[in-house]
């Protein structure tokens, strides 16, 4: 099992912020307390955790960690890739973009041009594959995610 | 007579410059094919250990100088500082010339690159591909063409001076000369001149045999007059730079003034000196007497008869004479052809056999290109050696010189999203046993076949589900089975995360009962597996036999976000002339969700922080990992699979004859696991994967598997699931009996309680 440990220094800060709160609510009178209204919402009580003292935390998976470098260089790769695109070199392009993902595997641009390389290529299996991967790393990011859909539909249309 | 004699010789030599001209139109010279690593890329803020880039630079054949580099080949290291020239990149993805760069390196990290003569930052920087092996012909001839343009007029006049002063003035045979030579040689010993001209020379070589009968050496003379009626002085001469024999390195001859140039001085020709030129020249009457690797004092007395030739010709001034001749001969030094990689070279070898004929191989001069990391696969081999010398000594049952009964291992490392194969090693000494262990062993994977079954799992099971733990027996063919856990598991079921975490066989094999055997072949094949998976129970621990590579690439789906990449080891084939003729590229195949691969990450991930492979951290591992270790019975096989988002690593130890180890995945492999990894820190970028959509994290309580009931369970931990699969209900063991007033009151001891 994995135990709680995320966002650990935040739920300290919220336990004193709870605990300012709880106060105010003993002050604000017991008739309050009564009608229950002072019970937590479902999902966010770091109070509760706090109490029950859970075990220290070590197994939940960390969001990603941009490294810089690495990010810049992978993207460095990846405009080389895009303008071997644009001048219709898909295979000099695919050969950027395996450096640019060995650098960065999560750089998510990649995956976008690998699948408009093949596309290009001729392949749809392949660029459905990238596309679905792109579609991953971008949906963060509103303007690439429209671009991996509208590729998607490319990719899609007989 | 005499017009009988002219018109004789006539035809004869319309003959012959018919053979001439068949030899020339077709292929002149057989060049051997060359493999290469893959290129690579240098960045700011990339984590490379500095001993490590040094050995790769003094593999790419920069040789160390104590001025700033001024010339392409060149390097100097002060402390942290390293400055190059670098050489020309030729490879299919890119092509650029050599430039002086500068890195600085601080605590085994890329601090910045610039360029040496403009200061520019250089963001990317490549590495040309280091030379891995060559496809010799029986005959193993290095040769390196050049073109007459590049040769420096010093370096053709001393070969003229050494071989064939006349050679702009005669009609390819020399009477004069052989007088002169014998007059010469006589005379002081000065020059040891031959009476050949060079086109006889050529003659000699390229179109007879070597007997000494009067017919050959009438047909060279006729010969060499109808070459030099048939081609231009230059032409001739050039032929003759390609084809001359200048010497010998361990069974390989070295052919042509390229290839000499190459393995005496470690450059091109374009840049070989004065004295240098005259040092090759003076190979050429007997290359391994005169070679500077076999007695400097007699090449050097060669050389200088060579440059006093040129002085007295006025070929050269008296100030490049004086020079020259006080100039010490000071070779590159060389390495004798041996196979790096040897294993990888096996397995790459039948791919090219497959696409082209030994014969092309050998002759065609073709540039192979590959995925091998010359770093990663020195890393392998010594992480293997140096992990097999340590059980041996812990065990020392286990040595044993018998190359069948030997302690051997493999190791296969690939890139998990672009499948490119980084390094293999498939045994211990390749001198000794050439059986490629990672591309040929069928071994049981134990317990690292587990992940398959509890993947198969996820559609119905979550990581809280419970497993039972009890023991059970199995009928199978009519025998009775029963399974055991590996050491003692307490409690009467586990968790799903526990299960895989702890490698729990009663589990595993109630787990794989449930989803039923046939269902987990059907599944599992599609990881790629070519050998039999058998429907029996056991399959769930492991007992069907797997092909090493095949289980590396099963694994990578796991961290490729559900994609099973095509294994590559061959990149692209380029011709003589630079063209692509075969081109490989990474392709995927979709084989489970990108959810359920995040999600066999995480389960993966337990196993090292809090299962079977917890030993990592103290193998100095503190980067995030998932990973399966695998024990088969008797410990007649340990694994160890462990990945990154950027890395993935197979180990396996055992014996040819399946002779028990006495350990563990846990004990053997994953040490030798954790060795590799840490002399590559640059595919340690220390990040976990990014959870793809279709996950949802929950709260759960870690007694009843449901949703945790805030401040009432004691110990609730953050989980994972696939969506939809989230338990509904919160935890009923400390669900509150509702009233909220004591709900409040708990609330407030609780927190009281905290302070």
């Known amino acids: 099992m994995m135990e709680i440990h995320s966002k650990k220094s935040l739920r300290r800060s919220e ?34 955790q706090q109490a029950s003292k859970p075990e220290p935390p070590h197994s939940q998976p960390e969001a990603p960690k941009k490294t810089d470098s690495r990010t810049i260089a992978s993207l460095r790769l990846t405009d080389q890739a895009q303008k071997l695109i644009a001048s219709n070199q898909p295979d000099q392009a695919i050969r950027i973009i395996e450096q640019a993902i060995a650098i960065d595997p999560t750089n998510g641009q990649n995956y976008y041009f690998l699948a408009e390389a093949w596309l290009m290529k001729g392949d749809r299996n392949q660029a459905m594959s990238f596309n679905r991967l792109a579609e991953i790393y971008l949906e963060t990011d509103a303007a690439w995610a429209l671009k991996v859909t509208r590729q998607k539909e490319r990719i899609t249309i007989k | 007579m005499l017009v009988v004699i002219l018109l004789g010789t006539g035809v004869y030599g319309w003959h012959l410059s018919k053979e001439i001209e068949n030899r020339f139109s077709t292929r002149r010279w057989k060049i051997p094919s060359k493999v290469y690593s893959d290129s690579v890329v240098l960045y700011p803020g990339q984590h490379m250990s500095r001993h490590a880039l040094l050995a790769r630079l003094g593999r790419l054949h920069y040789r160390l100088s104590d001025r700033l580099p001024n010339r392409k080949g060149e390097m100097r290291h002060i402390g942290e500082t390293i400055e190059l020239f670098l050489n020309d990149l030729n490879i299919p993805a890119r092509k650029r010339e050599g430039f002086p760069v500068k890195l600085v390196l601080k605590e085994n990290e890329i601090v910045n690159i610039t360029h040496l003569q403009s200061g520019e930052q250089i963001p990317l920087l490549d590495l040309e591909p280091e030379e891995l092996m060559i496809f010799f012909d029986p005959d193993r001839e290095e040769r390196r063409l050049i073109s007459i343009n590049q040769v420096p007029q010093h370096v053709t006049n001393a070969f003229l001076a050494a071989e064939d002063a006349d050679f702009y003035q005669h009609y390819g045979i020399d009477p004069w000369g052989v007088l002169r030579a014998l007059y010469v040689n006589m005379r002081d010993r000065e020059m040891s001149q031959g009476g050949s001209t060079i086109t006889q020379q050529l003659a000699k070589n390229y179109f007879l045999t070597p007997e000494k009968t009067m017919t050959r050496k009438l047909k060279e003379t006729v010969m060499a007059l109808v070459m030099e009626i048939m081609y231009e002085k230059d032409e001739i001469l050039e032929i003759y730079f390609n084809e001359i024999y200048l010497g010998q390195k361990g069974s390989v001859s070295v ?23 005259a040092v090759i020249a003076g190979l050429v009457k007997a290359p391994n007497r005169y070679s500077p690797y076999v007695d400097k004092d007699l090449c050097l007395e060669r050389r200088n008869a060579i440059l006093k030739t040129m002085l007295r010709r006025e070929w050269i001034s008296q100030k490049d004479y004086d020079i020259s001749r006080s100039s010490p001969v000071t070779p590159a030094g060389f390495h004798a052809y041996g196979k790096k990689a040897p294993y990888f070279m096996d397995y790459l070898s039948s791919q090219l056999q497959a696409l082209y004929t030994r014969e092309t191989l050998s002759s065609l001069g073709l540039s192979v290109f590959t995925t091998l ?51 293999m090693v498939g045994g211990r000494d390749y001198k000794t046993s050439q059986f490629n262990r990672a591309t040929q062993a069928k071994r049981q994977p134990g317990s690292a076949f587990k992940p398959f079954v509890f993947l198969c799992g996820l559609d119905q099971y979550t990581p809280v589900s419970k497993l039972s733990n009890i023991p059970a027996t199995y009928t199978v063919d009519g025998k009775s089975w029963q399974p055991q856990n590996y050491s003692f598991i307490e409690g009467e079921s586990v968790s799903l995360r526990t299960a895989i975490a702890r490698s729990v066989n009663l589990a595993a094999v109630d787990l794989a009962l449930k989803i039923g055997i046939d269902e987990i072949i059907q599944n599992t094949r599609r990881f790629g597996f070519s050998t039999p998976l058998n429907p029996y129970p056991s ?37 003589e002339d630079g063209n692509i003729i075969e081109g490989r590229h990474m392709t995927v195949e979709s084989v489970t ?19 079977t492979a917890g030993s990592l951290k103290n193998w100095g591992i503190t980067q995030p990992v998932a990973g399966k270790t695998g024990t088969t019975n008797d410990s007649r096989d340990a694994w160890f699979v462990g990945y990154t988002p950027n890395i993935l690593a197979l180990v396996w130890v055992g014996t040819d004859d399946g002779t028990p180890l006495h350990g563990t995945g846990a004990s053997l492999a994953l040490p030798i696991w954790a060795d590799l990894v840490k002399q590559i820190p640059q595919f340690s970028s220390g990040e976990w994967f990014k959870m793809p959509p279709g996950i949802i994290e929950e709260t759960i309580c870690s007694e009843s598997g449901h949703i945790a009931v805030r401040g009432q369970c004691p110990k609730p931990v953050h989980e994972i699931f696939l969506e939809g699969q989230a338990p509904a209900n919160t935890c009923s063991i400390h ?11 708990e609330e407030i001891r609780n927190f009281i309680d905290s302070l």
Not at chain 1, 32 to 40: K, N, Q, V
Not at chain 2, 256 to 265: H, I, N, T
């Open chain 1, 15 to 48: 336990i004193l912020s709870t605990a300012f709160k709880t106060i105010l609510f003993v002050l604000a009178g017991v008739p309050f307390l009564i009608t229950g209204c002072a019970s937590f919402p479902s999902g966010s009580s770091p109070r509760t």
């Open chain 2, 255 to 277: 052919n042509g003034l390229g290839e000499a140039s190459r393995f005496y001085f470690d450059k091109p020709v374009s840049e070989l000196s004065l004295a240098e030129g």
């Open chain 2, 373 to 423: 990391d010359t770093q990663v696969q020195i890393a392998a081999e010594k992480a293997l050696s140096d992990g097999l010398a340590r059980i041996e000594k812990n065990d020392p049952t286990l040595m044993n010189t018998d190359p069948g009964k030997m302690l051997q291992g493999a190791i296969i490392v690939m890139q998990p999203k672009t499948g490119y194969i980084l390094a």
């Open chain 2, 539 to 575: 399959l769930a621990l492991g007992a069907s036999e797997v092909i090493p590579i095949e289980l590396a690439r099963a694994y990578c789906p796991f961290a490729a976000d559900g994609m099973l990449p095509f294994p590559l080891s061959l990149k692209d084939v380029e011709d």
């Open chain 2, 593 to 611: 969700s990108p959810a359920k691969a995040f999600m066999m990450s995480s389960l993966l991930r337990s196993v090292v922080t809090d299962g």
């Open chain 2, 735 to 745: 669900q509150h009996d509702g009233n909220p007033f004591k709900k409040v009151i």
